[in-house]
């Protein structure tokens, strides 16, 4: 007994086995249990000491009855039977008419990464990690004497020192070429959470019934790989047991295929392309993207700056968001060029990109052959859900997109 | 419900880790059950019901800070995260601000933050009050076709509170919220709007009719938009667009980063920040109020502070630990829940209303009129400002056509002295607020 316990001392196959009765007890297609123990630790480096230490063992699990487009959830931090019982009890609520419960057959699956992990940090000692912080803290500081302030997360990351000398923004629509690997978030927001099941289910998504259809310039490729090498948003499985794949959603610029999850996948007769994703036993899983990229082009990246007589080159996006139903989706440069006669010069600080998915996505007019996919960072939102994520891209050139800053 | 012996629990897993060597021990445990259904076409898609229970624990020794957090509260457990605790936290830097805030919270007046009416929705009431709400979107218009969703939810808070220095204190607390989300379509064209209503008392919370009336009219009003020209000109905030720009002003009053040199308003108390219209405040004691508790979660009793008086910057938002730094009192901010620090964040967080002395949209020649928000462009360190939005264009004092696909963007200090009106239409229906404001100038990035 005590921290680590395994969840299975818990949940046999018996236990499982009655919970999962009585949350079809009323009826419904499906029925999931998910459990889950985690141990974090967590060390936060400011002004170069070793600010605060934290340790966390959530633990917990919840009960998923599925009718139709209708769900029933319910969790419980207690990880016993007696209250994971109730919860399917709460769950199996949803089902508003008593139809015929189904027999059910639970068995064993192992399912195994197709990838090994390089570098395991989570299971160094406590000792290697303050080293890393402190290394980290110490390199910031040595990158030039304007640093005043540094503050380290264990697993984050510190930046950056050009942003000091930059002039402000411009405004208005003009070519912009967007550096590789980061750069992703771009295609993430713009076309990625528009393919997700849920907004193609319900009619709300922008790509909703555009199969078949063409939704980006005829260079763009699109994928979605559960399987990237060490990807944040890799895995074996998803959340719903369903194995992770490679899916390529975009082909020659024609929309191939949605992101699935099984609900969703059941409503609109397609398979689960391993995409129901969800961020601890206190949520049910939702159709969420995993490494989502542009495939590499053909076009050497130092190209791509030529003959742009005025433009911007985002060295780094920030954050941002899109709104599925509209399209409209915007970004935050962290890190920006202007672009002067095909050459990159003043750096340029404060600008956002803003546009609409299917009209930006026609405006791709080169891509590289320099594919990069981000393995160390990314966390995609969504219905108050975290979840790793990895994105990437070549360096990729757009004909144009609104620039916005705080000069004209 | 949080039950009698969980709190012992607490108690004796902080006498534990006393004795264990740590000087100061304070331990926050936190029960929460919300019931939130969602809604789609009349029918129920979602029902969803959520029992959390979880215990954090703060440890001092030798003014080295530790800190554990658990959902599990076995005791064989607790043991467990109190040793590892304890060695871990001898690698931490001492920190003369390492220690608990030796005050202690007095008793308060009730502050009507629990309803017990709210306690007692069941899911059908959820149900009956989303599809109410989605039925008057639909009747407003026949554009209205169809929903995101409409979700309806009620939540009971109850935390316990104690620490080596502080007898337990308890509080709890209700909210419940109804949000609609339908979506206006013309041709190929689909726009969604949003309308949330969110109270601590069942009573005070809008009709739903209403709040599906507000939401359909929102998406409607998005039909048909278009870029407009970059320029510098006139640019009114509604009030919701002002408590997002609020929000994201907050780590600026921060007194951790005021201290580490991240804000820029650091070293300005006493100065002209805002417009001489503008009044900030931040006040944990509203009655009824969303963010309204009777103590923070470091046990400060909270407090109503004025940030920012008729434009000069008074005062900036603390924890215990900034405040001792700062030499001032504490301002009852130290916000967490028990998987987390407390960090210095806002309680019932302001722009005041002010007596109207010109109208805001009526005496613009020509400017924006900023409904929605979205984007990350807000740096409150280096104080550089753009974001997306979409709003109306404003001809002759009225708004003449939507507007999308457009940024804003200034410098935050002169867009703060810049602002030249602010409403009176404050409405509470989260925690943070604000009416109608107008910035003097700033710079639309939008077509050529």
Known sequence: MGIGQELRDVLNEETVNRILQEALARGGDAADLFAEQRFRTSIVLDSGKIDSVTYGYPRGGGVRVVLRNQTGYAFSDELTYNSLLDAARVASSVVETQSRANPIDVTRRTLLPPFTLVNPEPLMPEAGKLDILRRMDAAARAADPRIVSVRIEYMDDVRDVLIMEAGPAPAGPMPVVVAPGWGGVLIHESLGHALEADGIRRGTSLLAGLQGTRVASPLVRVVDDARWPNGRGSYAMDDEGAPGQRTVAVEGGILQSYLVDKQNGRLLTQKSTGNGRRMSYRNWPIPRMTNTYIDKGTSDPASLLNGITKGLYAAELGGGSVETTSGNFNFAVREGYWIENGKLTRPVRGAVLVGNSLETMQRIEGIGNDLKVETTRGTCGKDGQQVPVGVGQPTVRFSSITVGGPSI | ?448
């Open chain 2, 1 to 448: 419900m949080p039950r009698q012996p969980a709190y012992d629990l607490a108690d004796k897993v902080r006498v534990q880790a006393e004795r264990s060597g740590a000087q100061e021990v304070e331990t926050y445990l936190e029960t929460n059950t919300t019931i939130e259904v969602r809604i789609r076409q009349g029918q129920l898609e979602l029902l969803s019901q959520s029992a959390i229970q979880g215990l954090g624990l703060r440890m001092f020794r030798d003014r080295r800070m530790g800190f554990f957090y658990t959902t599990d509260l076995r005791e064989t457990v607790l043991t467990e995260l109190v040793n590892r605790t304890l060695a871990l936290t001898n690698e931490a830097t001492p920190r003369e601000e390492n220690k608990l805030p030796e005050y202690l919270a007095s008793s308060q007046s009730d502050l009507e933050i629990y309803d017990p009416a709210v306690v007692q929705l069941r899911p059908e009431d959820l149900v009956k009050m989303a599809r109410a709400a989605e039925d008057s979107a639909f009747a407003k218009n026949e554009r209205i076709q169809t929903t995101r969703d409409v979700r309806c939810g009620a939540s009971l808070y109850e935390v316990f509170f104690s620490n080596t220095f502080i007898a337990r204190q308890t509080f709890r607390a209700t909210s419940v919220w109804l949000a609609a989300t339908p979506i206006a379509t013309e041709g190929a064209q689909k726009r969604e709007g949003t309308y949330v209503d969110r109270k601590r008392f069942l009573s005070d919370l809008a009709r739903p009719e209403q709040i599906g009336e507000r939401a359909a009219e929102r998406a409607l009003a998005r039909l048909g938009a278009a870029a407009v020209a970059s320029g510098r000109v006139p640019v009114v905030f509604s009030a919701e667009a002002a408590a997002i720009f609020l929000q994201g002003l907050l780590p600026a009053l921060s007194a951790l980063n005021v201290i580490e040199q991240r804000s820029f308003l650091a070293g300005k108390i006493g100065q002209a920040v805002a417009g001489p219209s503008v009044t900030i405040i931040d006040d944990g004691t509203m009655r009824r109020g969303l963010g309204t508790r009777y103590f923070d979660g470091e046990g400060v009793q909270t407090h109503r502070t004025v940030l920012v008086e008729r434009g000069i910057l008074r005062q900036y938002v603390h924890s215990a630990a900034t405040a001792r730094r700062m030499n001032v009192p504490a301002t009852g901010n130290g916000i967490r829940s028990y998987d987390s620090l407390p960090t210095i964040g806002p309680t019932n967080f302001y722009i005041d209303a002010f007596s109207k002395t010109r109208p805001l949209i009526e005496d613009v020649a020509q400017g924006l009129y900023v409904n929605g928000l979205a984007g990350f462009g807000m740096d409150t360190v280096s104080g550089e400002y753009s974001q997306q939005v979409d709003g109306h264009w404003i001809e002759k004092g009225v708004l003449a056509k939507p507007v999308e696909g457009v940024t804003v963007a200034g410098r935050l200090d002169e867009m703060l002295l810049g602002i030249d009106a602010v409403g009176r239409d404050l409405d509470f229906r989260n925690n943070i607020a604000s009416p109608t404001i107008r910035f003097k100038e700033l710079t639309v990035g939008g077509a050529a």
